[in-house]
């Protein structure tokens, strides 16, 4: 009965009974690293998985599909444009669903069996349809790994640390979309078109094992918070002890947040739920939001100029340089090793505002898109200066994701100090990343259509100017609003935010958060 035992308490958001022994290792298995660490896992599974296919699916769709290579470029473009529908529509409906679930545990171990299934289906498809319907449940699947994963980093290590957090989620985005169509190609040249599904679903064990293990910090308060009762005799005599060294741990961080009261004015207690404001939903307060309008647009922007290399690329090199799958994996490296600084990016979002490395990383990459359009035959310059422009562009995006992605996070928390208790017990971090998630996903499902398109009508440099126009479009209003109103009196850095500085929602000043010294 004890195994049972352990899993209703892990599955249960109460503690079934007060008897009963904690799970076991449950400090290392809550801790702050093992979770951190469990969600970035998650996270590169996800792109591993949606990654490792790109460069193996145009000679898969011909030899298993029986697609005509004129038609190639258009299925793998719809590829991606579909994995990129299905997360627009899947986000906002899992953040909505992870902030009612007493547990975000269980919605990942559910959004990681979808991610299963869609592989064997992508593994065993031969026919368009089953292409297409497995990218699309490996959409929504990737909707609850992103939604409820970041929501959970921010119940973990709180407001003031996510952007370098968030920055470590954007190293293992990095290193997946590193190695997913490097190994994909390398393996599917050597060892076959299966061997490449044997490596993802190793990767999909390791995962569901390391989600399993997982333990909420909330969960595991259940056992830390209560301690057996101290003997008076063991109080009179001055003995400390670890449970009274615990409580007073506990006073001393209950007291940095406010008491929540309730209508008479008493404290509510600890294990009963902050009523929801009533009215609209959370997603629509947070959707009234410019700041937030304005970071997820600078999500938009970006997802499309990191998806839209892979429409062109692998073929582009394939035509180009006459490379093969391998080739056109390993090529990503210079797109994907500057985002290796993004937990230092991250940081310094934190301590010193969103604003303007998000511009920066939108201007800088203006011209590298430009000289894309002088690569244009098969020589060692012209590959050494493609992989010298993509290695530039890639370290312009790496200033953009970590700084909009704790933006959001600090929209949240300014209409939590406006109005606190407004959105529940839950609060509605997973609703507001569900928006990241489907505006990234807009951006995946625009950036390839987007490069396909354009480089198939009007050709190769008709493509990259016209990203490099897309990227300045970005760069504007994040310059404006990321952070609050460029010439408002708000909090524009991580330091001015918990001493008391007023923090600009649509441009309203706030009152003042605690108290000045």
Not at 305 to 331: I, K, Q, R
Request: hydrophobic share 50%; glycine share 10%; proline share 6%.
């Amino acid at each position: 009965m004890a195994p049972m035992q352990h899993l209703k308490n892990l599955v249960s958001d109460k503690r079934v009974k007060t008897t009963s022994s904690p799970p076991y290792l449950l400090s290392l298995r809550s801790s702050n690293t093992f979770i951190i660490g469990t969600i970035c896992v998650a996270v590169f599974t996800d792109l591993f998985l949606y990654g490792i296919i790109v460069p193996v699916i145009p000679r898969a769709l011909e030899e298993r599909a029986g697609v005509p290579q004129k038609d190639v470029q258009k299925w793998v473009s719809i590829l991606l444009a579909v994995y990129g529908g299905a997360l627009l529509v899947g986000s906002p409906l899992s953040g909505w669903w992870a902030d009612r679930s007493s547990s975000r545990r269980l919605p990942l171990l559910l959004g990681l069996f979808a991610l299963g299934g869609s592989t064997v289906m992508l593994c065993l498809a031969r026919t368009i349809v089953l292409f297409i319907m497995g990218r699309v449940l490996q959409g929504f699947a990737a909707a609850v790994v992103w939604t409820v994963g970041t929501a959970l980093l921010v119940d973990t290590v709180g407001q003031n640390s996510i952007g370098e957090v968030l920055g470590w989620t954007s190293v293992s985005m990095a290193v997946a979309i590193l190695l997913a169509p490097l190994l994909g190609g390398l393996v599917y040249e050597r060892a076959g078109y299966y061997s490449v599904y044997y490596m993802s679903f190793s990767l999909i064990a390791l995962d569901i094992v390391l989600r399993v293990f997982l333990v909420e910090k909330k969960i595991a308060r259940k056992w830390t918070v209560t301690q057996p009762a101290v003997s008076e005799s063991a109080l009179a005599v001055g003995e400390t002890t670890d449970s009274t060294q615990e409580k007073d741990h506990e006073v001393h961080e209950n007291s940095r947040v406010p008491v929540i009261t309730n209508t008479n004015n008493s404290p509510i207690p600890e294990d009963e739920p902050i009523p929801r404001s009533r009215g609209l939903p959370p997603v629509f307060t947070l959707l009234a939001s410019r700041r937030l309008l304005i970071a997820l647009w600078g999500c938009i922007v970006q997802g499309s100029l990191m998806t839209a290399f892979d429409s062109v690329v692998p073929l582009f090199v394939m035509e180009t340089f006459g490379w093969n799958s391998t080739g056109a994996g390993v090529v990503f490296l210079c797109i994907t090793i500057p985002s290796f600084a993004s937990p230092y990016i991250g940081h310094l979002a934190d301590t010193h505002g969103p604003r303007w490395l998000s511009v920066l990383g939108f201007l800088i990459v203006i011209p590298f898109w430009i000289l894309l359009r002088l690569v244009t035959h098969n020589t060692l310059g012209q590959k050494a200066l493609f992989c010298v422009l993509l290695t530039l562009i890639g370290v312009g995006l790496c200033l953009v994701m970590p700084p909009l992605m704790a933006e959001i996070t600090y929209v949240v928390e300014a209409k939590e100090k406006e109005r606190p208790g407004r959105f529940g017990a839950t609060g509605a971090y997973a609703q507001a990343y569900g928006l990241f998630i489907a505006a990234f996903a807009a951006g995946s499902l625009i950036g390839p259509v987007w490069a396909g398109y354009v480089n198939n009508a009007a050709g190769w440099g008709t493509m990259s100017w016209s990203l490099a126009v897309f990227s300045f479009f970005g760069a504007v209003p994040c310059l404006f609003y990321t952070g609050g109103d460029l010439w408002a009196e708000n909090a524009k850095t991580g330091r001015e935010r918990p001493v008391g500085r007023p923090v600009s929602v649509e441009g309203i000043e706030e009152a003042r958060v605690g108290s000045t010294n």
